[in-house]
């Protein structure tokens, strides 16, 4: 077991660097650093002064070098300007160049500045992952619970009307994403014009200080900034239901399909014709086997919810995570964009070793050496 | 003229979709007839949900293909004074014998919703259909040899599949599709490689079945080398002297980067399969016959994985098409003006509380044509296992 981790974790480090080499060499790419130079400095610079600056800002070492600079293993470059003036990457403008460290990266801490925020990359990523945080949360409370019970409700009889209608309703869910469902959902439940709301307003359940939902004039909220400084059910319920839709399909029909098979195994049988209830055996024989295919499968679905996050928190523009990376990759904003891929690509490393570890974990007839 | 009332516009649609109710009518008409004659496709006509499935999807197929005749204005064009115009509402002022009403309204800009509907389906088809067949091209050609011979070779490829599964799908989309990597080439270089996978795999394939009867296998090689020599030429260099194949540079990186993302897919699949059917009898037969690896992997144990290849074909256009509409929700790839769904959706969201219909009727679209192949998928698994 101990060796598996280990070698589980030795191709997780390995896919990282991978995966994050990839990441910096495709954002510093020459025209990303021309956009870049532009951007920073002036838009109307002549092609010398880009590549100058290009140079005096210290993009013009190898690639590798440069990789290795931004983790923090190779010490950060030093330049003496034509004027004198000392600059290097780990040295702040302005301050003594005899006291700066030597390396400065993602080891030491240090993450860069975002040039679209102008704050250190990792307080804007302590921040908008807090904000996404609570954004999981609400999908995980409402996601799994719903979907473990629909698809037990189903696989528990196999092919009567409620397997039916449920199955049906788990095809149309993972037939939607999250853009789609997205959009369904404003028009109908958060536009003042068409769906629920005006004819709960006609109603008189709506619009006014009495009514029983209250005084807006709709019935959710298309948007979900107001969330980040204060939850409430009418602002939350619409992007967590976004993003838990596509996800409840998913693992309702894993679970039935893993619940179908234990159903149909020897030892139900045996319980059955023992003598027990229906009711237990369900509860006490077949759920508990029934449920291990499907934790690995919630746990796979994270790098997906994080599409969905990003998806949504655009729609409903909520300033989290999934906002963060698309701001940073519109606006060309290097530094971040690293920031966000790191977090990125550990949330998915991470979730797939806590399932392959799990598994083993649960299911009894796996023994690895 | 008046408004149109909801009933008078879902019938005016209708009519415009006669030629797909035609089509549609032939193709149920003569596949239920000659079902039995039809192998899996003729027993899809025994499910029902198959059934069904297969309807929608045809339904977009044949609205992709008669869009000509369908749409009742140029998509692209816009009509003043009916910026954001609810469905049904008339032209302010048409032109002589032109049609008089805008079915499901106008956008923001006053371009016609059901027009742009029509249309984008035929960007959608075009590219998700092809891109799922390339990956599958990649996904097979690396599959085979990987689960078949195992060891070094496996795990080599498997790594840099899960390298590729491993990575977000919206960030890679934003590295990777953007003007500047146009700039420096790297698409074309994708392109380069995948583009060898269908190549290869033709030509092994004829070879490997041909090359005890050089004549035949010449012939067959040849015309596999020639056709795609061609395409390849044009399609990833935009080299072809013709000029019959060419692909506009920002189309090349959304498709390269589309199949990127699904080959890795595609090859856990195979390799799975192949893993499982190289321990059959058959295939230690063939082995014992000394046939030779290619042939076994080929032409002994793919036919044998069709059938949850083709499952998993039907599943995965769906994926691709949400995959598309995902790059044109964020803006990237083809042009701004495209009709494609994705585009429309985002344009759309902008005044979603005020006008929703511009933005629900590619919704809609997307979400049915998903659900089809879908159903499709069940469909077809529910009749491949029966024998």
Redesign the interface.
């Known amino acids: 077991m101990l060796m598996f981790i280990l070698r589980r974790l030795g191709v997780m480090m390995l896919t990282a660097f991978a995966l994050t080499f990839i990441v910096f060499s495709l954002t510093n790419l020459q025209p990303n650093l021309e956009k870049l130079a532009k951007s920073e400095a002036s838009v109307r610079m002549t092609d010398d002064q880009v590549v100058s600056w290009i140079a005096n800002n210290g993009f013009d070492t190898p690639m590798i070098s440069r990789y290795g600079q931004w983790l923090g293993v190779v010490p950060g470059w030093v330049k003496t300007m034509e004027d004198g003036e000392v600059r290097g990457r780990c040295i702040e403008k302005g301050a003594d160049p005899a006291a700066a460290p030597v390396r400065c990266g993602l080891l030491q801490g240090d993450w860069g500045v975002s040039t679209v925020f102008k704050k250190p990359v990792s307080q804007i990523l302590g921040r908008s992952l807090g904000q996404t945080g609570w954004l999981m949360l609400a999908v995980m409370l409402v996601m799994v619970p719903t979907a473990l019970i629909l698809g037990v409700l189903s696989g528990m009889r196999e092919g009567s009307r409620t397997d039916r209608v449920l199955s049906t309703g788990a095809i149309i869910t993972t037939a939607t994403p999250e853009y789609v469902s997205g959009v369904i959902f404003i028009a109908l439940f958060a536009s003042a014009t068409v769906g629920v709301s005006p004819l709960l307003v006609h109603l008189g359940l709506l619009g006014s200080p009495d009514a029983l939902f209250g005084a807006r004039k709709t019935l959710f909220m298309g948007t979900a900034t107001s969330a980040m400084d204060h939850i409430t059910f009418w602002n939350f319920a619409l992007p967590v239901m976004t993003i838990a839709l596509y996800g409840i399909g998913y693992i309702a029909r894993m679970t039935r399909a893993s619940m179908t098979e234990v159903m149909t195994a020897q030892y139900i049988r045996t319980a059955r014709l023992k003598g027990v209830s229906f009711r237990q055996v369900v509860m006490k024989h077949a759920l508990r086997n029934a449920l291990i295919a499907p934790f690995t499968v919630i746990m796979l679905q994270f790098p997906w919810l994080l599409n969905g996050v990003v998806i949504v928190e655009t729609l409903f523009n909520y300033k989290g995570f999934g906002w963060t990376l698309v701001q940073a990759a519109t606006n060309n904003d290097i530094e971040m964009l690293l920031g966000c891929s790191v977090v990125a690509v550990f949330v998915v490393l991470v979730t797939q070793l806590i399932s392959d570890v799990g598994y083993v974990f649960l299911n009894p007839r796996i023994r690895l050496a | 003229m008046d408004t149109l009332s909801w009933f008078q516009i879902i019938a005016a649609m209708a009519g415009r979709f006669l030629p797909v109710w035609v089509a549609l009518v032939v193709t149920y008409t003569l596949s239920i007839t000659f079902k039995r004659r039809l192998g899996l496709y003729g027993k899809l006509f025994d499910s029902p949900v198959g059934m069904i499935g297969f309807g929608v999807v045809m339904f977009w197929v044949f609205t992709a293909i008669f869009a000509n005749w369908i749409i009742t204005m140029d998509p692209l064009a816009q009509f003043s004074g009916s910026k954001n115009a609810v469905p049904g509402s008339a032209l302010k002022a048409p032109d002589e014998g032109a049609y008089g009403y805008l079915l499901l309204g106008a956008d923001h800009v006053a371009r016609d919703v059901f027009s742009r509907m029509v249309m984008g389906s035929r960007v959608v088809l075009q590219i998700a259909p092809a891109a799922t067949v390339f990956a599958f091209m990649v996904g097979i050609t690396l599959g085979l040899p990987a689960g078949y011979f195992g060891g070094k070779l496996d795990t080599g490829l498997s790594?840099l599949a899960?390298?590729v599964l491993?990575?977000?799908?919206?960030?890679l989309f934003?590295?990777?599709v953007t003007p500047?990597?146009v700039?420096?080439g790297?698409p074309t270089w994708f392109a380069a490689i995948l583009f060898v996978f269908p190549i290869v795999f033709f030509v092994i394939l004829f070879n490997s079945r041909f090359f005890t009867n050089p004549a035949k296998r010449n012939l067959y090689v040849g015309a596999v080398l020639v056709i795609g020599i061609w395409a390849y030429s044009g399609l990833a260099f935009n080299l072809d002297p013709l000029g019959i194949w060419s692909m506009d540079p920002n189309l090349l990186n959304v498709f390269v980067s589309v199949v990127f993302v699904n080959s890795p897919g595609v090859f856990r699949i195979v390799r799975g399969m192949v893993m499982d059917i190289k321990t059959r009898d058959y295939v230690a037969a063939g082995q014992t016959r000394g046939e030779g690896p290619w042939y076994i992997m080929l032409w002994e144990i793919l036919p044998n994985a069709r059938g949850p290849l083709i499952v998993d074909f039907c599943l995965r256009i769906?994926y691709t098409t949400?995959l598309l509409?995902?790059l044109g929700?964020?803006g990237l790839g083809v042009s701004p003006e495209s009709p494609d769904w994705?585009s429309t959706?985002d344009d759309?969201?902008k005044l979603?509380?005020?006008?929703?219909h511009p933005?629900?009727a590619p919704?809609?679209a997307?979400?049915s044509l998903?659900?089809g192949?879908?159903?499709l998928a069940?469909g077809l698994r529910e009749e491949s296992l029966k024998d």
């Open positions: 790594f899960n390298l491993a990575f977000p799908v919206i960030l934003y590295l990777l500047e990597i700039k420096t790297i769906g949400i509409g995902t929700f964020f994705g959706i759309g969201r979603l509380s005020m006008v929703p933005a629900l919704a809609l997307l979400m998903v659900l192949l879908n159903l069940d």
